[in-house]
């Protein structure tokens, strides 16, 4: 967040010393491709199922921006899940207590950045950047429930009593939606004037599984 007040600063600045830009002159834009690893602390339910467990998430980003000036770009990225963690771990559901085996993986994570970025080195081929913004995302575990009832309810015919089995199985797809704010920041490195390499670590704030992502990508400036 201070990254992005130093750039606005920077860039108000500098637009304040070149005057109005020129009616031709037009914002640059830039996309982006690559890896992302989310390890996110699952502590609420997905659906009726409640797991509790650290995980790791894999997915592929894509990004895409425009600079709206030397130190400030508007940008979006949208991440899909490409593998995710297989669990065999103690769970409920319907606040009934037994175990989760199977995956969680993300489905989507998609959001809207404010990015400011400075700078390292005279020939400004290495960046720093800081970035702010609100992202919504679905994760989901598919796997099997096994629950076991403490107590097995009993019932009576003929006065014989039958214990009705106190455990169930069920397999399924379970979902849920989750969204937050947002902040990271990272350095570009330029090869060349239009390609580039970004790497950073970001923290979503998401409701009840707080999450951070290391994310490596390849621009393109167009």
């Known amino acids: 967040m201070a990254g992005v007040w130093l750039a606005a600063q920077f860039s108000a600045s500098a637009l304040a010393q070149e005057g109005s830009p020129s009616p031709d002159q037009k914002w640059s834009a830039y996309l982006e491709a690559g890896p992302t690893v989310l390890l996110t602390e699952l502590e609420g339910e997905i659906d009726d199922l409640l ?3 650290n995980t790791s998430l894999h997915a592929l980003s894509v990004r895409g921006g425009v600079d709206v000036s030397q ?13 995710g963690e297989n669990l065999n771990e103690s769970a409920s559901i319907n606040g009934i207590g037994g175990s989760f085996a199977g995956e969680v993986e993300l489905k989507y994570l998609t959001g809207l950045y404010l990015k400011g970025h400075v700078p390292l080195t005279k020939s400004e081929r290495v960046e720093a950047f800081a970035r702010v913004g609100y992202v919504v995302s679905e994760i989901q575990a598919n796997g099997t429930v096994t629950a076991v009832l403490d107590e097995p309810p009993t019932i009576t015919i003929f006065d014989v009593p039958f214990t009705i089995p106190g455990s169930y199985t069920k397999t399924g797809t379970y979902s849920a939606e989750r969204s937050g704010p947002v902040v ?9 004037d239009k390609f580039y390499l970004r790497g950073e670590a970001t923290y979503y704030g998401l409701e009840n599984a707080p999450t951070v992502g290391l994310t490596a990508t390849v621009g393109y400036r167009f």
């Open 51 to 53: 797991v509790e467990d």
């Open 71 to 83: 130190y400030l770009s508007i940008e979006a990225d949208l991440a899909l899940g490409t593998s």
């Open 184 to 192: 990271g920041g990272g350095v570009e490195l330029d090869f060349s």
